[in-house]
């Protein structure tokens, strides 16, 4: 088990190298399985994401979809990850709606967590205890390196016993609905795309500093399988750190 990851020019170019990787994956899937699982997160590079994706020939027909994490606010709010995924993916690349398994996050946090939990066991057929396994999970990271809506210090960091929580983000003051580690660790894929100069150093942390995912959340999944796309920006700081590491073992520097 390893992570990798590859450095592409720029945002663009992230998103088109990570679109093969995922469309290489979900394809392979579909042949094993007839079925591909994928779970996605938003934001911004996740919109590139989508448009590459949905330009791919890849068989929607037997894809669900799943979301790492939601906002607590209706479908058609722009702040929607739902939302981004309809308009850039679902309609573009006509996903069947049987097959989109969004977070139902209209409804009060708690129980948007206990339905959309209720819906991913009922799917997989999932008896109590046991946790699904999603083909690819799609992961993005913030600039304080948390990913999904786990943020520093969360304490469901540590929870491997439950699928999806509510979550109050308290620096954004705001409610969102979230997988949880143990899901989010049963995935034999995970690819993570990060884009701009504000990933540079989260990036850097995630790699060079010691494993503590309370700490740096976007950590959670380096004992396992895991490629990370980045753009140049993205990995600055990781590259000039690397190079520094190496200059400082080399004789007579």
Not at 24 to 49: C, Y
Not at 175 to 203: C, M, N, Y
Not at 230 to 248: N, P, T, V
Request: a negative charge.
């Amino acid at each position: 088990m390893s992570v990798t990851w590859h450095i592409r020019r720029d945002a663009v170019d992230a998103a088109t190298f990570c679109a093969g990787r995922i469309g290489g994956l979900l394809t392979q899937a579909i042949e094993t399985r007839q079925r591909a699982t994928f779970a996605i997160s938003g934001g911004t590079t996740s919109r590139l994401l989508f448009e590459r994706l949905a330009g791919t020939g890849i068989d929607w027909r037997h894809v669900h979809l799943f979301w790492v994490d939601e906002r607590a606010v209706p479908p058609d709010d722009p702040r929607s990850n739902y939302r981004l995924a309809r308009e850039h993916l679902i309609a573009p690349a006509g996903i069947p709606a049987p097959n989109v398994h969004r977070v139902p996050a209209e409804l009060a946090p708690e129980e948007a967590a206990a339905r959309y939990e209720a819906e991913i066991r009922e799917f997989f057929g999932l008896t109590c205890g046991r946790m699904p396994s999603i083909d690819i999970i799609h992961r993005g990271i913030g600039a304080d390196a948390h990913t999904a809506s786990l943020f520093p210090g969360e304490v469901l960091i540590e929870n491997r016993d439950r699928i999806a929580a509510a979550v109050y983000v308290e620096k954004l003051a705001e409610w969102r609905i979230t997988l949880l580690p143990g899901i989010l660790l049963s995935a034999p894929h995970t690819v993570v795309l990060a884009a701009g100069e504000d990933k540079a150093e989260p990036v850097r942390a995630v790699f060079r500093e010691p494993y503590n995912p309370l700490l740096y959340p976007a950590q959670l999944g380096h004992n396992r399988d895991a490629e990370w796309v980045l753009d140049e920006a993205a990995a600055r700081r990781l590259a000039e750190d690397i190079e520094r590491a190496k200059r400082s073992r080399m004789p007579g520097v």
